[in-house]
């Protein structure tokens, strides 16, 4: 297998590129706009064909490039069947493996952070959206999402994985790239194993985060794959249009 973990510094967002050496398709998880040009440098490089774009779930602080990649590659878009997003190509369901050549993706629903959140496991390698983050999770308070249900995808499903598994999140904002299962159990200051349910909750509840300042631009763009609003201020256009200097993590 081909594998890169790419990163978009504005959102924070790790795109996973997964290729099959034997077919020469690819996939890119999380895809972003503003990344996407570089996204398909590398596969072109690589020597590799876009296949598929799968999102994890519908993103409230960045545009997906899914819509923009099927213009540009041809590839198809694969995103969560629950969201019945009607420009999805392939929608993904728990218990139905997701191929792309030789690879196996399983998906996972994991709902909390959003209640149509999925993750993917391939091999030892899981990739977590922002259900599970390092040391940390995504927030439950829109989007339809419940700390009870994220309490659960995580301490039920993903914990339940072998303690080697590795953990690569749609999100870091300290400079990590990965992360291990016996890890967030450890040591996951809201999700680990010496965290009770009601003390999460309240951990969760007690955030006070601010209101997302891209959501209401964000998950409208995204319910349609990927498609930037118009008449965006100017300090939210960053997160539509493609930047020229993004370092690949």
Do not use: W
């Not at 967030?184 to 951990?203: H, M, V, Y």
């Amino acid at each position: 297998m081909i594998f890169r973990q790419l990163f978009e510094p504005l959102s924070a967002t790790y795109t996973y590129l997964l290729g099959c050496e034997e077919t020469g398709q690819a996939v890119l998880i999380d895809p972003v706009v503003p990344t996407m040009d570089r996204d398909l440098a590398e596969i072109a490089r690589l020597g590799l064909k876009l296949a598929y774009t799968l999102d994890t779930h519908i993103h409230a602080d960045h545009i997906t490039a899914a819509l923009e990649l099927k213009k540009k590659a041809g590839s198809r878009i694969a995103s969560p069947a629950i969201d019945n997003l009607a420009c999805t190509d392939l929608g993904i369901e728990e218990g139905v493996p997701f191929t792309v050549g030789n690879l196996r993706l399983d998906p996972i629903h994991t709902p909390g952070h959003t209640d149509g959140h999925f993750a993917y496991l391939l091999g030892d390698r899981l990739f977590t959206g922002d259900a599970l983050l390092i040391d940390g999770c995504g927030r439950t308070d829109f989007q339809n999402g419940n700390a009870d249900d994220l309490f659960h995808s995580v301490r039920e499903k993903l914990f339940a994985l072998p303690d080697d598994t590795l953990v690569y999140p749609a999100h870091d904002y300290h400079d990590r790239r990965v992360s291990t299962i016996a890890q967030e159990k450890k040591r996951n200051p809201r999700l680990g194993e010496a965290i009770p349910r009601e003390e999460f909750k309240t951990i969760m509840a007690e955030l006070n985060l601010p209101y997302p300042k891209f959501i209401d631009h964000a998950v409208p763009g995204n319910r349609q794959c990927g498609v930037c609003p118009a008449n965006l201020d100017q300090n939210l256009r960053q997160y539509c249009e493609q930047m020229e200097h993004s370092p690949q993590g």
